[in-house]
């Protein structure tokens, strides 16, 4: 397992984009061995980061004709990919 990276305290948005920037090498090797360890989901920094989550309940027939939308679109482009 990696030790958590520590980041400096950047004075403006500029500084942190450059910081990203120099040493995105190092936070792509991090990514690399997080997959490996099976560390990596949906929302993971987030929750790390103590950033509140909102969550709105939808009724399923609000989201039903999307959900059915997104199937439809990917079983058309899986089709154009010779994956019949």
Known sequence: MIEKRILPDFKN???EAKWWFD?????FEDFE??????RLGCGTAARL????TTTTPLDSDDITPGRNAGILR???NDNK???E
Request: no cysteine.
């Open 49 to 52: 980061g103590g950033i509140p």
């Open 33 to 38: 061995k997080a997959a490996a360890e099976g």
């Open 23 to 27: 040493h995105q090498d190092e936070v």
């Open 81 to 83: 990919n010779g994956s």
């Open 13 to 15: 948005e500029a500084e």
């Open 74 to 76: 990917f079983a058309q």
